[in-house]
């Protein structure tokens, strides 16, 4: 979704949507069974109540909403069509099926009685339609995006013709994309990192932590972060974050109180990158970006990539994690990376 779209938070849906998913969530207890969303993961839900708020937020802007509506009854067949042709003006077609995908999945959950075999098949038909667009053009080496990172920090600590607001914007930005560059993760765990959980300094070294309810494979995901950025973490968390009052241990805190919201995080990025590279690398490109630099200058070792990415193969589908071969993956990652910035 474009960054000026904003889903309608749960707190202003329909009275009816909002108590049934709210019951939905909540957990079981002893001989009480959960509600219908209760075992999913954080993450999961998160994505389902983001894609049926942008449906709200589309009804709202169109004067389609009723407040009083009862449950399910915005996902119709005449709103799903002109949501479906909203998008196709705004988003690919892979996002198109992404979110239509979603939004039929909620909606089974808020009205399960209803007939949704319409959703069903315009489900299918979208994901049938759905092609990736083309991204080698977008690939740039993690070496490139690391040393855009360190000089963006650099500019904001330097610059004296900026207020302390856009030079602490700078080193935000700049920490941003330097931190993807070394720990590629999604993009979700990115903008959820905050102070003393995800991102802890043990001894001498700051290490992200995910536990496996946070991760897309379900599995824990604990990776060092390269020394390179240890000063930057430090003045960020020293000074630079005071900037924007944050309330709470967001890492990344707004000004408008609270944490930068997931869709600005990646609009951040994105558009820092066109701007300074001519190329705009969305958050899950730098994966990519990190597979190709790997492919490009590990040699044999491309089992650093996977390791790195928490990929998965028929083979390593096992119900135990091998964290060791994880964070050697990601120091060897790493050392390529730092070998590539000293030449």
């Given at each position: 979704m474009?960054?000026?779209v904003r889903?309608?938070?749960?707190?202003?849906?329909?009275?009816a949507?909002?108590?049934v998913?709210t019951?939905?969530?909540?957990?079981a207890?002893?001989?009480r069974?959960?509600?219908a969303?209760a075992?999913?993961k954080?993450s999961?839900?998160t994505s389902l109540?983001?894609?049926?708020?942008?449906?709200?937020?589309?009804?709202?802007?169109?004067?389609?909403l009723d407040?009083?509506a009862?449950?399910?009854t915005?996902?119709?067949p005449?709103?799903?069509?002109?949501?479906?042709?909203?998008?196709?003006?705004?988003v690919?077609?892979?996002?198109?099926?992404?979110?239509?995908?979603r939004?039929?999945r909620i909606?089974r959950i808020?009205?399960?009685e209803?007939?949704?075999?319409w959703?069903r098949d315009?489900?299918?038909?979208?994901?049938?339609?759905?092609r990736p667009?083309?991204k080698?053009?977008r690939i740039?080496?993690s070496?490139?995006?690391l040393a855009?990172?360190?000089?963006?920090?650099r500019?904001g600590?330097?610059?004296?013709?900026?207020t302390e607001l856009?030079?602490?914007r700078?080193?935000?930005?700049?920490?941003?994309i330097?931190?993807l560059?070394?720990?590629?993760?999604?993009?979700?765990?990115?903008?959820d990192?905050c102070v003393?959980?995800h991102?802890?300094l043990i001894?001498d070294d700051?290490?992200i932590i995910l536990?496996?309810d946070?991760t897309?494979?379900g599995r824990?995901d604990?990776?060092?972060?390269h020394?390179?950025?240890a000063?930057?973490?430090?003045q960020?968390?020293g000074h630079?974050r005071?900037?924007f009052?944050?309330l709470?241990d967001?890492?990344?805190?707004?000004?408008?109180n609270?944490?930068?919201?997931y869709n600005?995080?990646?609009h951040i990025?994105t558009e820092?990158?066109?701007?300074?590279l001519g190329?705009a690398?969305?958050?899950h490109?730098?994966r990519?970006?990190?597979?190709?630099?790997?492919?490009?200058h590990?040699?044999n070792?491309?089992g650093?990539a996977?390791?790195l990415?928490q990929h998965?193969?028929?083979?390593s589908?096992?119900?135990?994690?091998?964290?060791?071969a994880?964070l050697d993956?990601?120091?060897?990652?790493?050392q390529?990376?730092?070998q590539l910035?000293?030449d």
């Amino acid at each position: 979704m474009p960054e000026k779209v904003r889903a309608l938070p749960p707190c202003d849906w329909p009275t009816a949507d909002r108590a049934v998913w709210t019951q939905a969530c909540v957990p079981a207890q002893r001989l009480r069974p959960g509600g219908a969303a209760a075992r999913m993961k954080a993450s999961s839900r998160t994505s389902l109540v983001r894609a049926y708020g942008y449906l709200l937020a589309f009804c709202d802007r169109n004067g389609l909403l009723d407040e009083n509506a009862e449950v399910g009854t915005h996902v119709s067949p005449r709103i799903i069509d002109l949501f479906v042709a909203h998008l196709h003006g705004r988003v690919g077609s892979v996002t198109r099926a992404i979110y239509i995908g979603r939004i039929r999945r909620i909606a089974r959950i808020l009205a399960p009685e209803r007939d949704l075999v319409w959703l069903r098949d315009l489900d299918a038909d979208l994901r049938y339609e759905a092609r990736p667009r083309p991204k080698y053009h977008r690939i740039v080496s993690s070496e490139r995006l690391l040393a855009l990172g360190l000089r963006l920090i650099r500019r904001g600590e330097m610059s004296n013709h900026l207020t302390e607001l856009g030079r602490a914007r700078l080193v935000r930005d700049g920490l941003m994309i330097a931190l993807l560059a070394l720990c590629p993760i999604r993009l979700r765990n990115l903008a959820d990192l905050c102070v003393g959980g995800h991102l802890r300094l043990i001894g001498d070294d700051w290490w992200i932590i995910l536990a496996a309810d946070e991760t897309k494979t379900g599995r824990p995901d604990e990776r060092p972060v390269h020394e390179v950025l240890a000063e930057a973490i430090e003045q960020w968390l020293g000074h630079w974050r005071s900037v924007f009052h944050p309330l709470d241990d967001a890492f990344w805190p707004s000004i408008k109180n609270g944490a930068l919201a997931y869709n600005y995080v990646g609009h951040i990025i994105t558009e820092t990158t066109r701007r300074e590279l001519g190329v705009a690398v969305n958050p899950h490109l730098f994966r990519d970006c990190a597979v190709y630099t790997v492919a490009t200058h590990a040699g044999n070792r491309m089992g650093i990539a996977s390791g790195l990415l928490q990929h998965t193969d028929e083979r390593s589908v096992e119900k135990y994690y091998n964290k060791g071969a994880s964070l050697d993956a990601v120091r060897r990652y790493q050392q390529i990376l730092d070998q590539l910035m000293s030449d």
